[in-house]
């Protein structure tokens, strides 16, 4: 009877540890049973259905061998005397021969604390298995990093974790730079983002606007004067879409959305220059708002009298 406790109790254990494990995995689980046609669903069905069987089975074969011995050690009293095999497993493996209550006084101490005797006993198997297990683990340990070689040290395996986090921020910059768009573009005042600006307008640009910016069949885009708005979003959504009834087409197809950013912010770095040959205003006067600061206090907030 203690023999199927014991194994009832194993089994329950480790049904409410398989979860634990699955924890991480369950969706990805989940997900594959979803994915199952009817067959493969019958074909699973009948399987966990053996298992069960299985389990039930041993359980019952575990039961009766228990009631088979217990009658026998009626029967026969010799056996009765004699451990069962978990007993001995766990005299040999987990407590040790303990000496009887009768007996301790031999291992008594001569110190006590507080009224407490300390015994002399021994140290429990399981834990003396733990150390001689500590003691290989830590030479396989050091023979396999230290001696061979054969695994990645605390070092290596820091350099590859940044290794995976630039890749990992560069994937992100990457995303992050394809998703910009006219309601999120910046200005980019970086100077190998004005740099590569320039570059694309003097090939893209200079044709209408001039090298200079001071405008020819495109405006002017040196003065203070504009058109479509001078903000950077402003800007952006005019490269990106083009003023068709214009004459200039979208960029959107062929420069990405970091190339229009950065043509944008060299646009706007072209304001208050003095080109050859400026074309005159075109537009209304762009005048940047200035925002009052949030905590900004009033005179009665700050108790001013007004002076007679």
């Known amino acids: 009877m203690k023999t199927f406790k014991l194994f009832g109790a194993s089994l329950l254990s480790l049904f409410l540890v398989i979860p634990g494990f699955a924890q991480d995995s369950g969706e990805s689980w989940t997900a594959q049973l979803q994915q199952l046609d009817s067959s493969q669903a019958a074909l699973l069905l009948i399987i966990a259905v053996v298992l ?28 009765a005397e ?24 031999d291992i008594q101490l001569d110190h006590s604390y507080d009224g407490i005797v300390e015994l002399d006993n021994f140290m429990p198997p399981w834990l003396k298995y733990v150390f001689y297990m500590s003691i290989a683990f830590a030479v396989i340990y050091f023979v396999n990093y230290s001696v061979l070689g054969l695994g990645q040290n605390q070092y290596e395996e820091y350099e590859e974790e940044l290794a995976i986090a630039a890749m990992e921020e560069e994937a992100r910059g990457e995303s992050m730079l394809a998703s910009i768009d006219e309601t999120s573009v910046e200005f980019d005042s970086s ?6 600006g320039r570059e694309l307008y003097l090939g893209n640009c200079a044709a209408c606007h001039a090298m200079d910016g001071g405008g020819g069949v495109g405006p002017n885009l040196t003065d203070e004067y504009w ?8 800007v952006f959504s005019v490269v990106k879409y083009g003023v068709i009834e214009k004459g200039m087409i979208p960029w959107q197809d062929q420069l990405s959305p970091e190339q229009m950013q ?3 912010s060299y646009v706007l770095t072209l304001q208050g220059t003095t080109p050859a040959n400026p074309k005159e205003p075109q537009g209304e006067k762009y005048e940047p708002e200035v925002e009052d600061p949030v905590d900004a206090l009033g005179e009665d907030e700050l108790g001013l009298e007004p002076v007679e």
């Open 191 to 196: 100077t190998p983002a004005i740099e590569a």
């Open 262 to 264: 950065q043509v944008s």
């Open 227 to 234: 058109i479509h708005g001078a903000d950077i979003k402003d």
């Open 82 to 105: 004699k451990p069962s095999w978990w007993e001995e497993f766990k005299v040999k493996f987990v407590t040790g021969k303990m000496k009887p209550i009768e007996q301790e006084k």
């Open 52 to 79: 069960l069987l299985i389990v039930i089975i041993m359980g019952l074969m575990l039961y009766l061998l228990s009631f088979l011995m217990t009658v026998i050690r009626r029967d026969n009293p010799a056996l």
